[in-house]
């Protein structure tokens, strides 16, 4: 006779495979039809197993996105921002940044591209997280001086004078930017990413008072 624990073991093993089906169920969902248009009912399908199935691993869509969207990302990591704030030069930095970014975003558009157009259907939290993370990528290029710990003196004036820099570094390190910038307009990403740089820079010399700090401020 089999073990107890060995049953157990068996027994969770099967529970992870299914969780696991269920979640990779979802991310060919939302990478192909779009979160907007999934639907428990379609994941039990996708999946081969039944509605029930899935609510006794995930309590709503909202738990089943977090996890679906965990898993992709561990499938596909992005740029990691905080090796670009370890540079010190403004244009290397920005440089670095937008080489690996877009790239990153071309490698994935089309599992991208309906995540992003269906982005107001994702739960709010999930929403949240997206927006946070646009936040770090356009501090981390701006450099430390915008970053947590920054002298108080250079944080206050980066945001008196930095408010459009921070906009425009946003701006481009969207999907929709790369998108609109790059693959709509045929360019390569080497071609987009030095694009980018020229315009972060262009918008750190027309601040307000002409400076942004010496980590965004364009070389004369």
């Not at 430390?144 to 008196?160: S, T, V």
Request: hydrophobic share 40%; with cysteine; proline share 6%.
């Amino acid at each position: 006779m089999k073990s107890r624990p060995y049953q157990m073991r068996r027994r969770a093993d099967q529970v992870d495979a299914t969780r696991r089906r269920i979640t990779e169920a979802a991310v060919r969902l939302h990478t192909t039809v779009g979160p907007a248009r999934t639907s428990i009912a379609s994941v039990a399908d996708e999946a081969g197993v039944t509605r029930l199935t899935v609510y006794r691993h995930f309590a709503d869509l909202d738990s089943l996105f977090v996890a679906c969207m965990a898993h992709w990302a561990a499938e596909n990591p992005r740029p990691d921002p905080r090796s670009w704030s370890e540079i010190p030069d403004h244009r290397e930095r920005a440089g670095r940044a937008f080489g690996e970014l877009y790239p990153w975003y071309r490698e994935h558009a089309a599992d991208l591209y309906p995540l992003n157009r269906d982005a107001t259907a994702m739960p709010a939290s999930a929403q949240q997280r997206a927006e946070a993370g646009i936040r770090a990528m356009a501090e981390a290029i701006i450099g430390p001086h915008a970053g947590p710990g920054a002298d108080p003196g250079a944080a206050g004036r980066l945001d008196e004078n930095g408010r459009r820099l921070r906009a425009v570094a946003r701006h481009l390190v969207t999907f929709w930017t790369w998108r609109s910038l790059v693959l709509l307009q045929d360019l390569d990403d080497r071609e987009g990413a030095a694009l980018a740089v020229r315009l972060l820079l262009a918008a750190a010399d027309s601040s307000p008072s002409g400076q942004a700090g010496d980590a965004t401020r364009a070389p004369a």
